[in-house]
């Protein structure tokens, strides 16, 4: 069985968690602020706050960003749920715009048409690791006075114009969840570039807490801590943070290895005329957190056919990634919603196979197996 994803994690990573418990600080500390450290240089961001996984990172940007009941914020309904979620958590309101049928990131001219007078911030996703255009929407919400806050749940290590996801935006929000391109179990990290937002959202992430658990410990002198709002236990541990501080030492090699299956997937598969493979424009570099094809009208089966098909042979797949509007905890509130590219993307995607390491023959299999499925006259050379 060829699975969708699997972390890579070594020896590496189970003895820096190791050694973190027998150093008996366990939860956020001393790993954490080195993982934060460390996010930030890699990412070029001013500032890194390590939070519990992405979700309460896009929770904690909107409260910092400064969105609440009433307002609107833009986004993708293609993403999953937890984008959406983190605009209900703070009483706003997720308008969905469009995606690009190539790209599957938000399309800066539908986005503006769902601009109102309530709009407060667009919540841009690089989707599946793909660069959205940054720049576009800088611009769109520099013309409409509206904030940008970036959802990069699956981007680390992903760049756009030269430079790295999480130093083109005040907020850039990430995901070191297992199926992400590196993991910490559960984790998240958020990048910003306002030493204002950096303070907030240190004392959001650990319940309004003026003085931190570390600071008291090694305080010579006795203090005593204020709670100066209400926040969140959010927290990462050092166990976690530990374990991301080798990942991250891996990442580009991770990214490097990735784009080498994928570039085999897409010389594959570029002679077919019924798949549109993965659009990645010039300057714009994906970490391809997932690899996915749209299979186009002219196809000869349907989707759920080849991928059960794919299943039946030993590979799995999933379908185009989720549109919010049509689950079940969203669809009666938006239940006049119809976003065709979006929609038409989900239902005729197909994510294929990609982790790391991943052998030649697993790479083979996966080709050769989707093409005898769809092409009839496929023969393996
Ligand atoms: C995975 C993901 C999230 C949620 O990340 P968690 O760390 O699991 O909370 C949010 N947004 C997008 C686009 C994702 O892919």
Known sequence: ??????????????????????????????????????????????????????TTALHLAMIVAGIGEG????????????????????GATPVFAEVQPNTYNLDPDDAEKRITDKTKAILIVHQIGMPADIDAFHELCEKYNLKLIEDAACAVGSSYKGSKIGSHSELVCFSFHPRKV??????????????????????LRQHGMSVNDRVRHEANKVIFEDHVEIGYNYRLTDIQAAVGIKQLEKLD???????KIAYAYNEAFKGID????PAEEEEYLSNFQSYSIYLKESCPLD??????????????????????????????LYSNLVLPVSEDLQDNSVILPLFVPMEEKEISSVINTFLSIVVPTFTTT
């Open 71 to 90: 307002d609107e914020v833009i986004c993708p309904s293609m993403s999953y749920i937890a984008t959406a979620n983190a605009i209900k958590y703070v």
């Open 274 to 277: 019924f798949i549109q493979l």
């Open 1 to 54: 069985m060829i699975p969708i994803a699997k972390p890579y994690l070594t020896q590496d990573e189970a003895q820096a968690a190791y050694d973190t418990i027998l150093t008996g600080w366990i939860t956020q500390g001393p790993k954490v602020q080195e993982f934060e450290e460390k996010f930030a240089t890699y990412t070029g961001a001013k500032y890194a706050v390590a939070v519990s996984n992405c």
């Open 182 to 203: 590196i993991s910490t179990g559960d984790g998240g990290m958020i990048t910003t570039s306002r030493e204002d937002y950096y303070q907030r959202l240190k004392l």
């Open 303 to 332: 989707r759920n056919i080849i991928m059960q098909e794919l299943l039946d042979k030993g590979i799995a797949s999933r379908r185009g990634i989720m549109n919010s509007h049509r689950e079940s905890a969203y669809k009666k």
């Open 253 to 259: 090699w991770i990214v490097a290895e990735r784009r």
